[in-house]
C-alpha cells in the first residue's frame, strides 16, 4: 500500500521551475530517502509536501488525501525539520505540550512520557532543553514529530552533526519506529547511512528524479560489468595474455599494475574460469577480489 503518491509535481519561482515534474511513491511502513545534491530541488519537494509552499502544478496524496486538503493531511503527518526551533527554557514535558497545543492535539502527561521513552529520553524528562546536549535535542525533534500518532513522519537530516554514538542511537530509533508500521521520509547526506537503514532512495538532479528504487536495484541498473583485482606471483605481461586469449567473449577489460591484474567481466559466473585459466598456466594467485557497486558510485554516477 501507498501512503504517499506523488503525480507530476511542478514548483516555479518567479520564471524559473525548481521541480520540474517529479513523481514518485512511498509504500507504508518503509524507511524512504530523499537524496540529492544543494539546489537538486529536494527541500522544494519535501516543502510541497509538508505544506510549506504550495505546488506551481501536479498533485500528491498522503495517506489517500489530495493535496488540496493540506489541512487534513498535516493531521497525519509529523515534521522534524534540519533546524528545529527548540524553546531551551522548557523541560521536554513541557516542550511537547507546547507543540501540541500548536498542532491542536490534546496530550496528556502520559502520552508524553511515552513518546519520551520512545526516543531514550525517559530518564530527562525534568530537564531543562537548554541543557540537552545535540543529540537529546536532535531526539526530541524526533517526540516532537511522533506528536498525535501520524502515519508519516518527515525527518530532515536527522543524524547531521551528530557524533558516531549518537548517529547510531537515532538510526536504531528510526528501525524501531519502520518496525512498528510508521512510514519515514527522510532526507540524508551521509551515504553510508541510506545504505544502513533505507529500504528504497530517490536521487534527485537539476529539479528531476533521476533514480529510485531499492540500493540493489540501483547497483545493478549503473553497470552490469564485475571487477576483480587477482593478485599473482610471475610474468603480469603473460598472466594477461593468457586472459585475453582463453577468454576473449567474457573480457571487457584487463591490465596489470605492479603484481596486480584488474579483470572486468560481463559476468561475475566467469570468475572461476579466469582463476582457472590462470592456474593451468602456472600462474600463482595469491588473493582475488571482487569489488561491488558503492552507493557512492550510485550517487555520482551520470
Do not use: W
Not at 39 to 66: D, H, Q, R, Y
Not at 72 to 92: F, Q, R, T
Not at 149 to 167: C, H, R, Y
Request: net charge neutral.
Amino acid at each position: 500500500m501507498n501512503v504517499i503518491e506523488v503525480r507530476g509535481l511542478k514548483k516555479r519561482y518567479k520564471e524559473v521551475f525548481v521541480v520540474k515534474g517529479v513523481t514518485f511513491d512511498v509504500k507504508e511502513s518503509e524507511i524512504f530517502a530523499f537524496l540529492g545534491k544543494n539546489g537538486a530541488g529536494k527541500t522544494t519537494t519535501v516543502n510541497m509536501l509538508t505544506g510549506i509552499c504550495i505546488p506551481t502544478e501536479g498533485e500528491f496524496f498522503v495517506n489517500g488525501i489530495s493535496n488540496k486538503y493540506m489541512e487534513e493531511i498535516k493531521k497525519h503527518i509529523g515534521v522534524m525539520p534540519d533546524v528545529s526551533n527548540y524553546y531551551l527554557h522548557m523541560n521536554a514535558v513541557e516542550h511537547l505540550k507546547f507543540f501540541a497545543q500548536l498542532k491542536r492535539i490534546k496530550i496528556n502527561k502520559e502520552k508524553i512520557y511515552h513518546l519520551l521513552e520512545q526516543v531514550g529520553l525517559e530518564k530527562h524528562e525534568k530537564k531543562k532543553v537548554g541543557h540537552y546536549s545535540f543529540g537529546m535535542k536532535k531526539k526530541l525533534g524526533v517526540a516532537q514529530a511522533l506528536i498525535g500518532e501520524p502515519k508519516v513522519i518527515f525527518l530532515d537530516e536527522p543524524t547531521s552533526g551528530l557524533d558516531p554514538e549518537s548517529a547510531l542511537s537515532i538510526q536504531s530509533l528510526i528501525k524501531e519506529l519502520s518496525s512498528k508500521g510508521l512510514t519515514i521520509f527522510m532526507t540524508s547526506h551521509n551515504l553510508h547511512e541510506v545504505e544502513r537503514i533505507y529500504n528504497r532512495l530517490a536521487i534527485m538532479e537539476n529539479g528531476l528524479i533521476s533514480k529510485i528504487g531499492t540500493i540493489e536495484e540501483l547497483k545493478k541498473r549503473g553497470g552490469s560489468y564485475v571487477e576483480i583485482e587477482i593478485k599473482i606471483k610471475g610474468d603480469d605481461y603473460y598472466a594477461v595474455q593468457c586472459l585475453k586469449k582463453a577468454m576473449q567473449n567474457d573480457i571487457v577489460d584487463v591490465y596489470t599494475d605492479g603484481g596486480y591484474i584488474h579483470c572486468s567481466l560481463y559476468h561475475e559466473d566467469t570468475i572461476p574460469s579466469c582463476v582457472k585459466v590462470l592456474c593451468e598456466n602456472g600462474v600463482s594467485i595469491y588473493q582475488l577480489s571482487v569489488k561491488t557497486r558503492s552507493i557512492e558510485d550510485v550517487f555520482f554516477s551520470q
